[in-house]
């Protein structure tokens, strides 16, 4: 018995504590470290500005009624107009083409005729056309107020007075067009200029160029020969010039019309 009480002593000494030995007291159970208080919440800190930021091209979000701070005049309807532009563009269209016809005969009386007459009709577009333009570069403010089609080439005053810049006609006026064009549709990415539009200018531009005509006349004054040389452009002066200004209004026509539709069912007008 003292044999195994002195194995037991010895065991206790030199292993782990796993059993207490008789005649000495329970350890206890360890202690844990006590809970840290509940951290008070830290306020919302404000956004700062990035230091480096640029400023938008883009003006700031506003009401389709409003424009730069300035109150906007409503959107016009441009479906009348357009339909009497339309009216008078085909009528120009027809007599042009006919125009190059009788010209290619070499008939000279009724090509004058009717050149004279397609320069009338072409003067009754001409206001028509410049106001529906002028209502359809105004309406694109409602339209696309935020400018999500890109920022604009020329202001609305131009949709009228780039067509008087000397040398600026050849292509102020497109860049009016393309505004009222991608301002009246509905965004899309990429952007690419339509045909129609390619195709109207380069008739009307090839009508310009093509309409170059010399014209001589001889006279006699007391025995004196006088001669008097002209040089004339004016598109539908040649056969040539007549078929491009032709094609040129069909064009405008298609353009018009496809412009006031879309204008109108997105305006309700």
């Given at each position: ?14 292993g782990?504590?796993?059993f ?39 003006p700031?979000p506003a ?7 300035v ?9 009348l ?9 085909g ?6 083409a006919?125009t190059?016809?009788l010209?290619l ?11 004279g ?12 056309f410049?106001?529906?333009?002028h209502?359809?570069r ?8 935020y ?10 005053g ?5 067509w008087?810049v000397?040398v ?12 009222v064009?991608?301002?009246?549709a509905?965004?899309v990415?990429p952007?690419r ?8 200018w380069?008739?009307?531009l ?6 170059v ?10 025995g004196?020969?006088?001669e008097?040389?002209q040089?004339?452009?004016v ?8 078929f491009f200004?032709a094609a ?9 019309r496809?412009?006031s ?9």
């Amino acid at each position: 018995m003292s044999e195994r009480n002195a194995q037991w002593d010895g065991g206790s000494d030199s292993g782990p504590e796993r059993f207490s030995p008789p005649g000495r007291p329970y350890p206890g159970p360890r202690s844990f470290p006590q809970p840290q208080p509940y951290l008070q919440p830290q306020p919302y800190l404000q956004p700062q500005p990035y230091p480096h930021s640029q400023p938008s091209p883009y003006p700031p979000p506003a009401s389709p009624w409003q424009g730069a701070g300035v109150p906007l005049k409503p959107p016009y309807g441009v479906a009348l107009l357009g339909g009497w532009a339309g009216g008078l563009l085909g009528a120009a269209a027809g007599l042009y083409a006919t125009t190059g016809v009788l010209g290619l005969l070499d008939e000279e009386a009724a090509q004058a005729f009717l050149f004279g007459l397609s320069s009338v009709v072409l003067l009754a577009v001409i206001p028509v056309f410049l106001v529906w333009l002028h209502q359809a570069r105004h309406n694109i403010e409602h339209l696309d107020p935020y400018r999500w089609a890109g920022p604009r080439r020329l202001r609305p005053g131009w949709a009228v007075g780039s067509w008087f810049v000397p040398v600026g006609f050849l292509w102020l006026p497109l860049q009016v067009m393309l505004d009222v064009w991608w301002g009246t549709a509905e965004p899309v990415s990429p952007r690419r200029t339509p045909r129609l539009l390619v195709g109207w200018w380069s008739c009307w531009l090839l009508s310009w160029f093509t309409g170059v005509r010399l014209t001589s006349t001889t006279a006699y004054a007391d025995g004196v020969r006088l001669e008097n040389h002209q040089v004339l452009i004016v598109p539908g002066a040649t056969p040539v010039s007549a078929f491009f200004a032709a094609a040129a209004a069909v064009l405008l026509l298609l353009l018009i019309r496809r412009v006031s539709l879309a204008q109108s069912s997105r305006l309700g007008r």
